[in-house]
């Protein structure tokens, strides 16, 4: 149990630092240009960094989203497979399909862990972009 306990926590930090570091290369990105007069900006790489740190906040939401769906029908396959164990001790079929929550809880779980992956992929294409944006005074 602690070891799941700890699992969570990670994937909670995780999805908390993406949103920091692409929420943050934002607001530093606007801030930066708003400020700076001794530096000339490529806008059209500028503007493809925007873009990248947007997508991957959008992709890092979709992840928290597949984490709460995942997490949810893993409840219901849980829960089921408890009832349907109830119903075996009292001599009973099983009633319950707990096999199709626990896929659409797989499906999900992976679905969120692919939008994690382009959430720091889009990161480090903003990263990439905004610096090729800025060039000499």
Do not use: K
């Not at 960094?49 to 939401?61: I, K, S």
């Not at 294409?125 to 944006?133: D, E, H, I, Q, R």
Request: contains cysteine; aromatic residues 12%; hydrophobic residues 55%.
């Amino acid at each position: 149990m602690e070891r799941l306990r700890h699992s969570i926590g990670f994937a909670m930090a995780s999805l908390q630092a993406l949103t920091l570091i692409n929420g943050g290369a934002l607001v530093a990105l606007f801030t930066f240009v708003g400020s700076s007069t001794a530096v000339r900006f490529d806008m059209s790489a500028l503007w493809v960094a925007f873009a990248a740190f947007a997508t991957g906040l959008v992709f890092n939401l979709l992840a928290f989203l597949g984490a709460h769906l995942s997490q949810d029908y893993f409840y219901v396959s849980a829960q089921w497979s408890a009832w349907n164990a109830e119903l075996r001790m009292d001599g009973l079929p099983e009633s319950y399909d707990a096999v199709s929550p626990a896929r659409i809880g797989t499906r999900a779980q992976i679905a969120g862990i692919a939008s994690g992956i382009v959430s720091l992929i889009a990161f480090i294409v903003g990263c990439g972009f905004a610096l090729s944006g800025v060039t000499g005074g």
